[in-house]
């Protein structure tokens, strides 16, 4: 069974990982925008990877703060599988 703390940690890591990852999507989205002609006919920004990204930081960070809330509350860790 894993400890508070283990499972803090480790949803830590995912977060900062999620993180960086969203921080290269959003680097990458504005290079891409930088290159293109400011037309009219100016292609609609590629946002799929972007969104993802930003869309894992969400979900970890939730999941951060509702473990933070379980242990504060003091429920049994050795019910989660």
């Known amino acids: 069974m894993s400890t508070s703390e283990e499972l803090t940690s480790a949803l830590d890591a995912a977060l900062v990982t999620a ?3 969203y921080r290269n999507a959003v680097l990458q989205l504005a290079t ?3 290159t293109k002609d400011s037309s009219s006919e100016r292609e609609p920004a590629d946002v799929d990877h972007i969104h993802h990204a930003r869309t894992r930081v969400i979900a970890l960070d939730a999941a951060r ?3 933070s809330r379980i242990v504060n509350e003091g429920a049994p860790l050795d019910q989660i599988r």
Do not use: I, P
């Open 65 to 67: 703060e509702e473990l």
């Open 19 to 21: 993180r960086a990852e």
């Open 32 to 34: 891409n925008e930088a």
